[in-house]
C-alpha cells in the first residue's frame, strides 16, 4: 500500500472515530475467474443482513493472512490459495449488542476460492452471493472497501504468485 493512501486512511479513521485505538481484524476477499472476467464472494453479516466480506479476530500467534483464509471457511464456506500480500485496508465502526461502537482496521487477503462446501459452520445465519468486483462495491456500506473492490479486478492476477495454501 502506498504512503498517500495509507495516510488518507489513517487521516479518515481519526475523523471517524477520534483517538480510540482501533480494532485489528482481517478478512478475506474471496474470488475466482467466470466466463464473464472476476468475480468476488460477498456474505450477509449476521446482525444487520449487510453485505461483508468474511472477516473476523486473529488468534494467538496466527499469522494475519492465515486468519483470513480461517474466517473465509468459517463464515462462507469457501477455501483456496490466499495471498500473504495484503488488498489493501479499511475501517468500520463495530457496533456491539450494548450499543458501543468500536473502532476496526481490518487488512484484507485476497484468496483465490477453489471449493466452495454445501454445508458449512455458519452455512444458518449467512446468504453467500457471486457478483463482479463493480457490483460488489456498490453492495458493501464501506467506501474504502468498495474502493479497494472497484480497483481489484484489475490486479486479481497478480495476487495468485504470492499464494499459500
Known sequence: MNQITNTHL????RRLFGDSA???QVAALPWRVADNGIEVLLITSRDTGRWVLPKGGV???????RGAAREAEEEAGIRGAVSRREAGRYFYAKVQWIGRAVPCEVIVYPLEVDVVADNW?????R???WVSPAEAATMVEEEDLGAM?????ESAA???ADHAK
Open 10 to 13: 489513517v487521516e479518515r479513521a
Open 22 to 24: 482501533c480494532k485489528l
Open 59 to 65: 488468534e494467538k500467534d496466527e499469522k494475519l493472512w
Open 121 to 125: 459452520k455458519e452455512r444458518d445465519s
Open 127 to 129: 446468504a453467500r452471493t
Open 149 to 153: 473492490l472497484r480497483a481489484f479486478e
Open 158 to 160: 497478480s495476487f495468485r
